[in-house]
């Protein structure tokens, strides 16, 4: 059951805050499979790569409308069994219902098909994020504990992450002769039964904090509507900044972890697809190890001092990848010893320094949650959750059509990149461009906007005083 530490901040126990990021880790369970939704349109839908992306932004488009209106809903939810684990199975049931009809159900059906199953699979996201930005501000408002939620997420996507690629290159794809529908059939079950049971230890973190007192509502006002969601966006300086800089990197990271990404830069430009696994099994111990000692540091400097230091850095690390591989024959890579020790090298700072910016980036949400409580009234994470995620669709919308049309500029046409392709100059070039280019754009346009980003670590403070009084006194009112 929740605490309140110095009068002031709401804290959870030890084992609430190392359970509950498996909720959010789920969805990288779910990222796994769209990944890969372009080469099943093509090879299971019978869809052109460009149209693909098209549609691919046509339905993040679609999410972007119809989330403010699920926000709307989420955040009216009052019931004896708590907010949160409702919108988590009702999420995470949509979006398992939706990958089974994507990757069994509806093979063969064509466009129409496809777009309509990605639509319902965008709903169930939807409710799962909003789910996330929900009960990650009512399990702890504490500064020394709000940094090791998104360290323990970080760490679980982290080791997800580098796992799943290690399996991908070293069983799936030999097992099934390369990237095809029977392999991602594969991938699909195996994301369904480790999501329910991650989700199920995430239902159990939460519940001694979801419950009806800890989601006020602002006095003599009924329900949440589309203008405070307005005003939320006109006047909430640090959701504006958020947004900037979210979005910005969103575009860039969504280009640059598609499955055709990885499969140009190790495939081909590397020529050893099976590298990247071993390149993700290095990479996996110290990206972990380095994750608790920043967190740690976060929990000292603060969110916003901490998103400046390590975009930074990861920016500088960027430039540096695209300088090395241009300098070198990326074919030495795998085989010769000075290479690969510098590739692996770059590698491991880059996912560290990366996953670090992702944590702090992370952080940021709960506190706006907080803020928007004191500035406002509303207590509404359901809306600041969406809202980001209304402008994210639909702007990041067109990373998937910029790499379709990058992909087809460079030959690839009516299929996706497989191992062992040709590399060209425009396909390294155009390739550099997507991995690096567009995540030191991103990277920029965040150090840009945090410059006017308000909640440093003297004003949290002072909002999570006002956020005490105001919930004593709301609770005294309705007694």
């Not at 039964?193 to 989700?199: T, W």
């Not at 966006?233 to 959701?239: E, I, T, V």
């Not at 099976?274 to 990206?287: E, L």
């Not at 740690?296 to 390590?310: D, E, F, I, P, Y």
Request: proline residues 4%; charged residues 10%.
């Amino acid at each position: 059951m929740a605490t309140t530490e110095n009068n002031i901040h709401i804290t959870c126990k030890p084992w609430q805050i190392l359970l509950w990021p498996l909720h959010s880790t789920t969805s990288s369970f779910f990222y796994i499979l769209t990944m890969f939704m372009g080469y099943i349109a093509t090879g299971g839908y019978g869809i052109a790569v460009a149209t693909a992306g098209m549609i691919a932004t046509g339905t993040r488009l679609f999410d972007g409308i119809v989330d403010p209106f699920v926000a709307m809903f989420t955040d009216r939810i009052q019931s004896k069994f708590g907010r949160v684990r409702i919108l988590i199975v009702l999420g995470r049931g949509i979006q398992a219902l939706s990958c089974f009809a994507m990757y069994y159900w509806g093979l063969g059906g064509g466009a129409v098909v496809y777009t309509l199953i990605y639509m319902v699979y965008i709903v169930g996201g939807t409710i799962s994020s909003i789910a996330t930005h929900t009960g990650n501000p009512v399990l702890t408002n504490d500064p020394k504990q709000r940094p090791k939620i998104f360290r323990w997420q970080m760490i679980y996507s982290t080791t997800i992450g580098a796992a799943f690629q290690i399996f991908l290159s070293k069983v799936l794809v030999p097992r099934h002769g390369g990237l095809n529908v029977e392999l991602f059939q594969e991938i699909c079950i195996w994301v369904v039964v480790l999501s329910a049971v991650f989700e199920l230890l995430a239902c159990i973190a939460i519940t001694p904090s979801d419950k009806p007192e800890n989601f006020p509502k602002k006095r003599n006002k009924k329900n949440v509507n589309l203008l405070d969601t307005w005003h939320l966006l006109k006047d909430n300086r640090a959701m504006q900044m958020y947004i900037i800089s979210g979005v910005s990197d969103k575009v860039a990271s969504n280009a640059a972890s598609q499955a055709a990404i990885t499969t140009l830069i190790y495939g081909v430009i590397i020529a050893n697809y099976g590298f990247s696994g071993t390149v993700s099994g290095y990479s996996m111990i110290p990206n972990i190890l380095f994750l608790l000692f920043g967190t740690q540091l976060m929990t000292k400097s603060g969110t916003k001092r901490s998103l400046v230091t390590w975009t930074a850095i990861t920016t500088v690390l960027c430039g540096v990848m695209v300088a090395f591989m241009a300098l070198t024959d990326p074919t030495a890579i795998s085989v010769s010893p000075l290479p690969t020790a510098i590739f692996i090298g770059l590698m491991l700072l880059y996912g560290a320094s990366r996953n670090m910016t992702s944590a702090a980036t992370n952080a940021v949400v709960p506190d706006i949650v907080d803020y928007e409580f004191y500035r406002s009234g509303n207590f509404i994470p359901g809306a600041v959750g969406t809202l980001y995620s209304f402008v994210d669709e639909m702007t990041s919308s067109l990373s998937t059509t910029i790499v379709g049309f990058c992909l087809a500029a460079v030959g690839y046409v009516t299929i996706q990149p497989q191992p062992g392709d040709p590399c060209t100059t425009a396909i390294f070039w155009m390739a550099m461009f997507l991995w690096m280019g567009l995540p030191i754009i991103g990277y920029l346009c965040t150090l840009v906007a945090m410059k006017w980003y308000p909640l440093d670590r003297e004003t949290m403070e002072k909002v999570q005083m006002a956020n005490k009084a105001a919930r004593e006194e709301a609770k005294a009112a309705k007694s």
